[in-house]
């Protein structure tokens, strides 16, 4: 029998420890940047110099090696999240105090959804600390780049195939087991908890955003201090790709993290409406929480966009007036986004809303 107390506590189960795996990867980024710019600047004892001698080798299998099972570990947790999610969408059927929740819909692939991009995020982190090993091991760059690409190939060959098998064992289940009673305080105390864990998700989510971008600015102030022999890859390499690389993966993780901001800011709206009709969390150019929040988000990904065009395109980087305008658009633009994806969702989720309140016409 599906029971929805058990389908609950591991869906919100589930949401927590993912949100523990995106800190855990924040906290190796991090780290493994103090460290690679400690290392730099000789922090190393001369008992370790052969680990200088080898650095990027080094730093990049202890980048790649928790990147990869951590994204294992997030395809496993993206699994078992699509069969609750649907057996939780069956429990929903036939209840007259909630619009019943699609099945098909939940069994279905979400490329914009919250756990695929944070796996991506890891993919490609792994992917790129691989390209770094094999330059560090002498491979030429296209054979580097395969070995990265064919990494992250790889491992979304396995994430669609947790994805397949999870919603093919759930819908048999649904199929052959019946439902369990589902009563309406069940159903609020799940909405309420999922309320509570999307925003602490908003506010992991900035935070990871912070770790990546700082953790970067520190490694590139590193890389400038490279002397020719002291480690595994040539000074003149590092310089010429390293910078692009690095601003380039902050700029993809500021993208990723502003999307799934915006997908966990609609779940929330959906919730609140879902407790409690007449409100109005989509109501836009309202100063709230989670537009700050997206704020600091905004502002993360236009200051990597700024560096990431100042070295791509070597004429801006000495036109200050124009990067400030694009800078000033891109902020725009992402606020625009914003509002726009509020009005939206806003309009989507119309039949949760209840009819305002009619004032009382006084006796005349």
């Known amino acids: 029998m599906i029971e929805f107390a058990t389908a609950s506590r591991e869906f919100r189960s589930l949401i927590g420890r993912r949100r523990e795996l995106q800190t855990l990867l924040g906290s190796v980024f991090a780290g493994l940047g103090i460290f690679l710019q400690n290392t730099l600047q000789g922090g190393l004892p001369e008992s370790l110099g052969s680990v200088k001698r ?139 908890g999922s309320l509570e864990d999307a925003n602490q998700g908003l506010n992991a989510d900035v935070a990871f955003l912070g770790l990546i971008v700082f953790s970067v600015f520190e490694t590139l102030s590193g890389l400038g201090q490279m002397k020719a022999g002291e480690t595994d890859l040539a000074p003149a390499l590092i310089l010429r790709h390293g910078p692009k690389a690095y601003v380039g993966l902050m700029l993809v993780t500021c993208l990723m993290g502003m999307v799934g901001y915006l997908r966990v800011r609609v779940a929330i709206g959906k919730f609140s409406l879902m407790l409690d009709p007449t409100d109005r969390p989509f109501k836009p150019l309202k100063l709230t929480d989670s537009l700050l929040g997206f704020l600091i988000v905004a502002f993360l990904f236009t200051v990597s966009l700024h560096l990431l065009l100042g070295l791509l395109v070597p004429s801006l980087e000495r036109d200050d007036p124009t990067l400030l305008i694009i800078d000033g658009i891109t902020l725009v633009a992402c606020f625009a986004a914003e509002q726009l994806t509020l009005v939206v969702a806003g309009r989507h989720h119309r039949d949760l809303m209840a009819p305002p309140p009619t004032p009382a016409r006084s006796a005349s």
Not at 69 to 75: C, F, G, K, Q, V
Not at 128 to 139: D, G, N, P, Q
């Open 54 to 192: 080898h650095l990027f080798a080094f730093y990049a299998a202890l980048l790649m090696v928790p990147c990869l099972i951590l994204a294992l570990r997030m395809a496993r947790l993206h699994g078992g999240l699509v069969l609750n999610g649907i057996l939780i969408a069956r429990l929903t059927q036939g209840r007259d105090f909630v619009r019943p929740l699609s099945v098909r819909y939940a069994a279905k692939h979400n490329y914009f959804g919250v756990s695929f991009l944070q796996f991506v995020l890891m993919d490609l982190i792994a992917g790129f600390s691989t390209t770094i090993l094999a330059l560090a091991l002498h491979a030429r760059m296209a054979v580097a780049l395969a070995a990265g690409t064919s990494i992250v190939v790889a491992w979304m060959a396995l994430y669609s195939r947790f994805h397949r098998r999870a919603a093919r064992f759930a819908l048999a289940k649904v199929e052959a087991e019946p439902c369990g009673e589902l009563g309406k305080e069940e159903w609020e105390a799940h909405i309420s």
